[in-house]
């Protein structure tokens, strides 16, 4: 008859007494139970991380898509935004060139008129550039874009012959000084004319009137009425 096995000793349970511990030492897990439970713990960490940076793919992804949807918007925003800077510029400098004739003709006598006759007279196509106003003539210094229909040199001559047919210009006295040719990337035909004026005519105060110049006309009826000749 086999005798039973003795209990094995327990050399650390006095220490554990002594250090406030159970008597009885924790139950023993199996190591194949802890590498279960490592190996699970460890997979759920992965699959969260893996999850995490899908999502962050995904995220990137769309924003990605977002971007390139928006890219052909954008380039449309910043090419109506050069575009409009260039129409001020454009604006400014033309407003600015109308102030220079402006002051020039308002020294002129009838000068009010006289621009407004000139602004009638230009054809479409021509920037007038520069006036330059003296005692009996005006010299005038242009630019038409070449390109359009008609071309540069009939509208120059288009104007040569409006010129010559007002009233107030000396008979001959429309002359073309000078024609260049500009190429480039805006290519365009210069141009100056001399406008000679005949000091001894004067229009009308219906004229003067459908010119817009009534302030003048109004003077010109008072002077008039007074018998004072002008």
């Known amino acids: 008859m086999r005798e039973p096995a003795e209990a094995p000793v327990d050399l650390l349970r006095e220490r554990r007494i002594e250090l406030g511990l159970p008597a009885q030492p924790a139950p023993f897990v199996p190591t194949r139970l802890l590498l279960r439970r490592g190996a699970l713990l460890g997979g759920a960490v992965l699959l969260v991380s893996c999850a995490i940076t899908a999502a962050v793919n995904w995220r990137g992804q769309q924003q990605q898509q977002q971007l390139e949807l928006l890219e052909p918007v954008a380039q449309r925003v910043t090419a109506a935004e050069a575009k409009l800077r260039r129409l001020r510029t454009n604006t400014a400098a033309v407003n600015k060139k109308t102030d ?86 805006d290519p365009a035909v210069t141009f100056s004319v001399e406008w000679a004026l005949n000091p001894k005519v004067r229009l009308s105060l219906i004229q003067l009137q459908e010119l817009g110049a009534i302030g003048l006309a109004e003077r010109y009826r008072l002077i008039e009425q007074r018998g004072v000749k002008l």
Do not use: C, H, M, Y
């Not at 308002?106 to 479409?124: D, K, M, N, Y």
């Not at 007038?128 to 038409?144: D, F, H, N, S, T």
């Open 100 to 185: 220079v004739f402006a002051q020039q003709l308002v020294a002129f006598r009838g000068g009010s008129p006289l621009l407004e006759q000139l602004r009638r007279i230009t054809p479409e196509g021509i920037q007038l550039q520069e006036l330059l106003v003296g005692e009996a003539q005006i010299k005038l210094l242009g630019r038409v874009q070449i390109g359009n229909t008609p071309g540069p040199l009939e509208r120059i001559n288009a104007l040569v012959l409006s010129l010559s047919q007002l009233p107030i210009t000396r008979e001959q006295g429309v002359k073309v000084i000078k024609i260049t040719r500009e190429d480039g990337d």
